[in-house]
């Protein structure tokens, strides 16, 4: 999908955040925070509209994948880059994702211990589970599950037309292998009722907790931050992130696209302030299958 540098409105459009030493924007999926080695659009393109009465437009204090939206952390001046950059470093800045994945875990929540290394010299950022590489940690939280890929249909009681479009595609594409690589170490299983998301299509008398889900919306958090921790993460689990075209089932063009959206960020920037938390409304192209979930749209 072609995506267009952002105006100076739409970059002012999409800051959640800001004081004298940062700003927290919400970043839009699809275009690099960095100018790449071809050129093109990018985000800090567009830094000078976030100005706002400084002499020099602010910098990244970390990075975002081009394909992942949300949170995005700025600092205005030299001195709070600084201070952010240990603060991201030493692990202090907590980061919630939300992600839609394929399938998805029994458990309601868990921890993934597994260690990341670069997969190739060719494709250096790109990652694979390696025993002997740096470790990684991510802890998740199932929000809700669905058991069909269409929403349940509506029974009308009036002239208005309720039914929703049906989703896209789920696209084709190389995974990573699945399987014993992931060390996981859930609680014990989830009563049927809870976190159970969007109810399943067609009025099925099963009981959902002895069905598998189509989707699962799920909160990460990355103890430790590794390149595409959460994707690797997700994928060696046997739940690839929805749209993910590199370690799942995603599309290399087109629909759907990356489902992993940086939801919300917690800095504790002031030693005599508490933190500043921040939250980033879910992107557009999220929305249909967070529904089927379960979402209530907040």
């Known amino acids: 999908m072609d995506i267009n540098q952002p105006t100076d409105e739409e970059m002012l459009a999409r800051v959640l955040h800001?004081?004298?030493?940062?700003?927290?924007?919400?970043?839009?999926?699809?275009?690099?925070?960095?100018?790449?080695p071809k050129g093109g659009p990018n985000l800090e393109?567009?830094?000078?509209?976030?100005?706002?009465?400084?002499?020099?437009?602010?910098?990244?204090?970390?990075?975002?994948?081009?394909?992942?939206?949300?949170?995005?952390?700025?600092?205005?001046?030299?001195?709070?880059?600084?201070?952010?950059g240990l603060l991201f470093k030493h692990g202090?800045?907590?980061?919630?994702?939300?992600?839609?994945?394929?399938?998805?875990?029994?458990?309601?929540?868990?921890?993934?211990?597994?260690?990341?290394?670069k997969l190739n010299a060719e494709r250096g950022w790109w990652q694979k589970p390696d025993p002997n590489g740096q470790p990684a940690v991510t802890k998740w939280?199932?929000?809700?599950?669905?058991?069909?890929?269409?929403p349940p249909p509506q029974i009308s009681i009036s002239t208005c037309d309720t039914d929703s479009p049906p989703p896209r595609g789920e696209g084709s594409g190389a995974g990573v292998p699945t399987g014993s690589v992931a060390r996981s170490h859930p609680p014990p299983q989830p009563?049927?009722?809870?976190?159970?998301?969007?109810?399943?299509?067609?009025?099925?008398?099963?009981?959902?907790?002895?069905?598998?889900?189509?989707?699962?919306?799920?909160?990460?958090?990355?103890?430790?931050?590794?390149?595409?921790?959460?994707?690797?993460?997700?994928?060696?689990s046997g739940?690839?992130?929805?749209?993910?075209?590199?370690?799942?089932?995603?599309?290399?063009?087109?629909?759907?696209?990356?489902?992993?959206?940086?939801?919300?960020?917690?800095?504790?920037?002031?030693?005599n302030k508490p933190p500043v938390q921040v939250v980033a409304p879910a992107p557009l192209h999220m929305h249909e299958r967070l529904r089927l979930c379960g979402w209530n749209g907040e």
């Open 18 to 36: 800001r004081d004298g030493l940062m700003l927290v924007i919400d970043k839009p999926a699809g275009i690099p925070v960095h100018k790449g």
């Open 45 to 84: 393109a567009s830094f000078d509209a976030l100005r706002f009465g400084l002499p020099r437009p602010p910098v990244l204090a970390h990075r975002l994948d081009k394909e992942t939206s949300g949170c995005l952390v700025l600092g205005r001046h030299r001195k709070a880059t600084a201070s952010l």
């Open 92 to 117: 202090k800045i907590s980061k919630t994702y939300w992600a839609v994945v394929e399938g998805g875990p029994d458990a309601d929540e868990g921890v993934i211990e597994l260690p990341l290394g």
């Open 141 to 150: 939280r199932v929000l809700g599950r669905s058991y069909s890929l269409t």
């Open 191 to 236: 009563s049927p009722t809870r976190g159970e998301g969007a109810q399943g299509a067609g009025g099925e008398s099963e009981p959902q907790s002895t069905k598998t889900p189509k989707l699962t919306w799920l909160a990460m958090e990355p103890v430790t931050g590794r390149t595409h921790q959460l994707r690797v993460h997700s994928a060696a």
């Open 239 to 271: 739940w690839p992130i929805v749209g993910d075209n590199i370690y799942g089932n995603g599309p290399r063009f087109g629909e759907p696209r990356l489902h992993l959206h940086a939801r919300e960020i917690s800095i504790p920037l002031s030693k």
